[in-house]
Structures are given as structure tokens and as C-alpha cells.
């Protein structure tokens, strides 16, 4: 059993790295099979579906670093707690190298066909319904708790794509520890923690 597990994990794995490395489309299901050293029998026995299976278990793979950010947040007891660990957890995941894994999603998806996309927009969800639920603790008005989880999200994918793809890091004068506490400060002080 554990054989069949490990097994298992290590196929996502190549085939997430294959799909990163050469894209979807032009990854086969051969190659992940070879890649892992295993028969394409053996890979239809763990992903029945192939290779769109094999998709879905990559994002997974993938995406749950991004949830387990917002999940941190629990902990805050403020909105401004909120905002400093959601910003500074997601800088710490681009810093490991998930704005590439991202990056990877971002670049494959006008390729992808609509139960494809169907994958990745649930997962999106998965975690703005998280981040949203956690926003909800200090912000109770719906609308505003909305707008202000894409703000958030706005705001921190465009930091990885500027700061991190492009790595304007290295060159722009720019510290991340004071955007975020002048981002947490505003942002708490609209809402007036009571």
C-alpha cells in the first residue's frame, strides 16, 4: 500500500514538473510514465482519466501551499494581523519558487480546453473562499469583505508577477516589510477594528 501511495505521489510530481517544463499539450502521458519509471498501465491505474486526471492532481499539488497561506491567518486577531500574515505568507511561497508553479498555470491556460479551466477556476475559488472567510471575522459587511479579498489578491499576484517573475527585486528600491504594514495600516484603519 505505501509502495502504491508513494507511487502515487511521485507521478504528480513528474508530471507537474513535465507540465512546467514543457508545457501541457506537449507533455504525453508516455513521457510521465518513463519519467517516473513506471508502464502507462501503471500510471491508468492511479489516474484512470490520464492525463487531464493528472492535471487536476498537479494543481492540487500545487494550490495547496496558496490555502494554507489564508489558513495561517486564522490565528490574527486583527484585520491588520490579517493583512500582514496573507502578504507576508504569500512572499515567503513566491520566494520558494510557487510564482513559477503559478506562473506555469498563468501561461498554460489559454491552451487549456473548459473542463480544464473548470479545475483551476475551483481551486482559485478554494482560496478566495478562504481568504474571504477569514476577511469576514473584521469586516463583516459581505460586499465590502469581497472587494477587499480581490484587492488582496490583486495586489499580491501582481507583487509576484513585478517583483518575483520579472525580479524588479533586484534593482527597485522597494521593502516589502514597509509596503505591507503601510498596506495593513490604511486597510485596518477604513474599517475601524473596534
Known amino acids: 500500500m505505501c509502495e502504491r501511495v508513494n507511487r502515487r505521489d511521485r507521478i504528480i ?3 507537474a514538473r513535465l507540465f512546467m517544463d514543457q508545457g501541457y499539450a506537449a507533455t504525453s502521458v508516455r513521457q510521465i510514465a518513463e519519467a517516473c519509471g513506471c508502464t502507462e498501465a501503471a500510471l491508468y491505474y492511479h489516474f484512470k482519466e490520464g492525463k487531464r486526471e493528472l492535471l487536476q492532481a498537479a494543481v492540487e499539488h500545487i494550490m ?3 490555502v494554507e497561506v489564508v489558513r495561517e491567518c486564522s490565528r490574527a486577531q486583527s484585520l491588520h ?3 500582514v500574515w496573507f502578504a507576508k505568507g504569500l512572499s515567503a511561497k513566491a520566494r520558494e519558487h510557487m510564482s513559477n ?3 506555469w ?3 498554460e491556460f489559454p491552451a487549456l480546453n473548459e473542463e480544464e479551466r473548470a479545475l483551476l477556476y475551483a481551486r482559485h475559488a478554494e482560496f478566495r473562499s478562504a481568504l ?3 476577511i469576514q471575522r473584521f469586516v463583516p459587511d459581505e460586499q465590502e469583505a469581497v472587494r477587499l479579498a480581490w484587492m488582496l489578491i490583486f495586489i499580491a499576484f501582481g507583487y ?3 517583483m518575483v517573475n ?3 527585486q533586484s534593482f527597485a528600491d522597494f521593502d516589502l516589510d514597509d509596503f505591507v504594514d503601510f498596506l495593513a495600516a490604511h486597510i485596518s484603519s477604513r474599517y475601524a477594528e473596534g
Open 81 to 83: 494581523e490579517l493583512v
Open 166 to 168: 520579472l525580479d524588479m
Open 132 to 134: 474571504l472567510a477569514q
Open 13 to 15: 510530481e513528474e508530471a
Open 64 to 66: 495547496p501551499d496558496l
Open 105 to 107: 498555470l498563468m501561461v
Open 101 to 103: 508553479k503559478v506562473r
Open 160 to 162: 509576484g508577477q513585478l
